[in-house]
T-cell receptor, first 119, second 115 residues
């Protein structure tokens, strides 16, 4: 159980185009989804936290107008990189958690990641 | 502020050697969780262990073992008799459950196991 998928797994686009990445919780309802970015040989950096039905909370330094996050349902969150540029090339990973588990901690389940290359 | 430090950037060992990956954390909370994740070349994060701040018992799972010491704020990870398949980047992470469950990752340690 607790499977999270991401689509696409890999995308190459031209500079200036927008790219949408989907994150789905396949067998549970995700009350919260997280988006991370990982540059080559670096750590995962949290970009934003989104709760279903409300606006995402962005981390300091992340442009909310550039990285649009929509968490319209309990199983789907999308990250849209608008007007992508080469410096946005990165590995984007989502995770999902749900409240109400027996644990005091809402465990995050990670997707497989999306590798974005902007030419 | 919370912080996770993995001082070892890269470690290379020969198969069957034991290797310890260090993790030091900082937090002001008394309730927190610590994690280790493995990231193979495919990129997908593999969950290895979660430990809460009230459980200082060491844990062993097959060739993997973890040593949690609150006195030194460390949560070290040892692989015994390493294998080539252990080659990956390993991340230590910290979460504060009363702070939106955000995960703070260390910078990772790249482990290369040579045959």
């Amino acid at each position: 159980g607790a499977v999270v998928s991401q689509h696409p797994s890999r995308v190459i686009c031209k500079s200036g185009t927008s790219v949408k990445i989907e994150c789905r919780s396949l067998d549970f309802q995700a009350t919260t989804m997280f988006w991370y970015r990982q540059f080559p040989k670096q750590s995962l950096m949290l970009m934003a936290t989104s709760n279903e039905g409300s606006k995402a909370t962005y981390e300091q330094g992340v442009e909310k107008d550039k990285f649009l996050i929509n968490h319209a349902s309990l199983t789907l969150s999308t990250l849209t990189v608008t007007s992508a540029h080469p410096e946005d090339s990165s590995f984007y990973i989502c995770s999902a958690s749900y409240s109400g588990s027996a644990l005091s901690y809402n465990e995050q389940f990670f997707g497989p990641g999306t590798r974005l290359t902007v030419l | 502020a919370q912080k996770v430090t993995q001082a070892q950037t890269e470690i290379s060992v020969v198969e069957k050697e034991d290797v310890t990956l260090d993790c030091v954390y900082e937090t002001r909370d008394t309730t927190y969780y610590l994690f280790w994740y493995k990231q193979p070349p495919s990129g997908e994060l593999v969950f290895l262990i979660r430990r809460n701040s009230f459980d200082e018992q060491n844990e062993i799972s097959g060739r993997y073992s973890w040593n949690f010491q609150k006195s030194t704020s460390s949560f070290n990870f040892t692989i015994t008799a390493s294998q080539v398949v252990d080659s990956a980047v390993y991340f230590c992470a910290l979460s504060e459950p009363y702070n939106t469950d955000k995960l703070i990752f260390g910078t990772g340690t790249r482990l290369q196991v040579f045959p």
